[in-house]
């Protein structure tokens, strides 16, 4: 590892963040906002990234973080935080500049993003940067092993959940599938799964590629418990994971979060598959930046 | 309505996998006469198995919250497994070997090799083990994808008595541990032998043709030798018990010592012990006759275990002859 690990400087490092943490609903549209412009300048670094991928989960992971999760930045295994896993791992981008300020590792560690040695990569890496729970990048595996750290919830005793982030091309792979006959068969209560539904996967609309709809209906019949919301609503989405049943509970929880690939970006939501993996040229890229800033000094 | 098939007290089949017959179990299911006893002293140990509970019976009994089935779905095992890594276990997963390994390749490299955890792969019934149910039972490829996955640890006990000591003795083992099994082993050891992590057991000296084997090669090498030696031919004859990380200073050892080597396994002649001798012989710049008792990269017969082994040469009387002709008096 060619960074060095400096002791996190965030002020929020010292103490566990609670479930259901106090913060505004404009707080966390202009902390959605901010993942995105964090996005656009990681993949600048690197070459290439995932832009419209990440900006159709920005509010997802800007709740997650910044209002659900039982954290403890500073002992990122602290048994009893809540667990979070990103299936979907292409859109790491989105998640570094958080953990970054929520004190898991120095804010410098981002300015290596994309170079050889760097403990942050384009999928995370568990074992490279603290705060990932689990590392992903292969589809499909991420809910299975959020079973396992279920399960292990309830061997011990501990009442954390284990939460996983999956895209809805994610549902094609069979082993998803597995992992729910396997959650409800445990009675896993303490599992959450939240679905990025934004209907697109890497080479055209999701279900045009093969059909995983009726979603809902899919998740019920393999014995979960589903919701189905706006993905983008931080206000739905706050109240969806307040009010999740308690983690003693037996049935496992589906969220289903309808978004747009490309959100909050004008020119990527009318094409979201143009703009799945590549890079901005300079002066799109200023286009880009200035269309979400500008909606960042409204917010 | 009767949907299905119902289970209604009926005399059994013999059960020739399971541990239920206790006073066989130590010799047709070793591993799971031992994982119940390691269970016992040690809470962290949890074990899993997509559909293949029977070879559990005792560790059940005794454990029944800390063994998760999984149904027919071994991909999920290992993830499910990883996850439960994470949280301070031990997961030992229970498989038959080309299920557990060869489908779940990805699984063990991305979610437990890459990672580092602590997760065991008991394959059962490895190579030809299940010969007779074709070629989607065979495992003959296992050793050669497990060993090129970095931070994997492959162990193939030759008996039962080995297949105690090297569950034991890696027990606390900090990375992922394929434990190759093949059912039928003569024995070989008396009493469980002691391992070193990664080096080999010698069982016999010679200098004039190196035998090594591992799994069921170690008992045809060890027949073989006392063959050999009735013909004046003093054979060095090892247990490669780690093909990964394996004993590179015995390899140089012994073929510096016999100039010729015979390897013999189970597995195919593509990525298992013949390749790691030949590297590490090329490696070390060591000029040797070579050759093996392997299965041909081709497609393989159908057949009972020992039809298969004398079809394929693989038996004592096949190392015999191939070690004689190594030594140029075939």
Request: net charge negative.
């Amino acid at each position: 590892m060619s960074v060095d690990a400096p002791p996190p400087v965030s002020s929020h490092s010292e103490a566990t963040l609670d479930r259901g943490r106090a913060v505004t609903p404009a707080e966390l549209r202009w902390r959605a906002d901010w993942i995105r412009l964090q996005t656009v300048q990681l993949i600048d670094q690197a070459g290439v990234g995932h832009y419209s991928s990440t900006f159709s989960c920005a509010e997802i992971i800007a709740v997650l973080y910044y209002h659900t999760l039982r954290l403890r930045p500073a002992e990122p295994q602290w048994p009893d935080r809540d667990r979070f896993l990103l299936g979907k791992g292409h859109v790491a981008t989105g998640l570094w500049p958080v953990l970054a300020d929520l004190g898991y590792f120095s804010a410098e560690w981002l300015t290596q993003f994309g170079k050889i040695g760097s403990p942050l990569n384009d999928h995370p890496n568990m074992r490279l940067a603290p705060g990932i729970d689990f590392s992903s990048g292969s589809l499909g595996h991420n809910l299975s092993v959020a079973v396992g750290i279920a399960y292990g919830g309830r061997l011990s005793g501990r009442d954390y959940r284990t939460f996983v982030l999956t895209g809805d091309g994610e549902l094609q792979e069979g082993q998803v599938w597995e992992a729910a006959m396997a959650a409800s068969h445990y009675r896993l209560g303490n599992l959450v799964a939240i679905v990025d539904a934004n209907g697109f996967s890497g080479a055209g609309p999701t279900s045009a590629a093969m059909n995983i709809e009726p979603l809902g209906a899919r998740f019920e019949a393999f014995g979960w418990r589903v919701a189905e919301i706006d993905g983008h609503d931080v206000v739905a989405l706050t109240r969806t994971l307040d009010e999740l049943p308690d983690p003693a509970s037996e049935r496992p929880i589906c969220v289903i979060a309808r978004t747009r690939k490309g959100k909050g970006v004008a020119m990527m939501e009318q094409a979201p598959q143009a703009w799945h993996l590549g890079l901005l040229e300079p002066k799109l890229r200023e286009q880009v930046v200035a269309e979400i800033s500008g909606r960042m000094r409204r917010w | 309505m009767v949907t299905g098939t119902q289970n209604v007290p009926a005399p059994k089949m013999v059960d020739v996998f399971s541990d239920v017959a206790i006073d066989t179990a130590l010799a047709t299911n070793p591993a799971g006469v031992a994982i119940a006893e390691m269970a016992d002293a040690d809470p962290r140990i949890l074990t899993l198995t997509a559909d293949l509970g029977n070879v559990l019976a005792d560790f059940r009994q005794r454990h029944p919250r800390r063994y998760l089935e999984l149904g027919i779905a071994e991909t999920n095992s290992v993830s499910v497994a990883a996850g439960l890594a994470t949280c301070g276990y031990l997961p030992y997963i229970f498989a038959m070997a080309p299920f557990g390994v060869l489908k779940c390749a990805e699984q063990i490299r991305t979610d437990l090799a890459y990672n580092h955890l602590p997760v065991r792969l008991v394959g059962r019934l490895a190579g030809l083990a299940m010969g007779i149910f074709g070629t989607s039972h065979h495992a003959v490829e296992d050793v050669a994808v497990a060993r090129a996955l970095t931070n994997m640890t492959v162990v193939t006990p030759a008996d039962s008595n080995a297949v105690l000591s090297l569950m034991r003795s890696t027990v606390s083992h900090q990375g992922p541990i394929y434990i190759r099994i093949a059912e039928g082993a003569e024995p070989v050891y008396a009493a469980p032998p002691v391992f070193e992590f990664g080096r080999w057991l010698r069982l016999h000296c010679g200098s004039e043709v190196s035998l090594i084997g591992h799994g069921l090669g170690v008992g045809l090498a060890v027949r073989a030798a006392g063959e050999l030696a009735a013909r004046g031919v003093q054979a060095d004859v090892y247990d490669a018990a780690f093909l990964k990380p394996f004993d590179e200073e015995a390899i140089v050892d012994t073929a510096r010592r016999t100039g010729a080597v015979l390897t013999i396994e189970d597995h195919s002649e593509v990525g298992g012990l013949a390749s790691i001798v030949a590297e590490t012989v090329g490696r070390n710049g060591l000029s040797v006759r070579l050759d093996r008792v392997a299965l041909p990269d081709e497609d393989l017969e159908v057949g009972t275990p020992a039809a298969l082994h004398e079809h394929y040469g693989f038996t004592a009387a096949g190392v015999v002859a191939k070690a004689l002709a190594l030594t140029g008096r075939a």
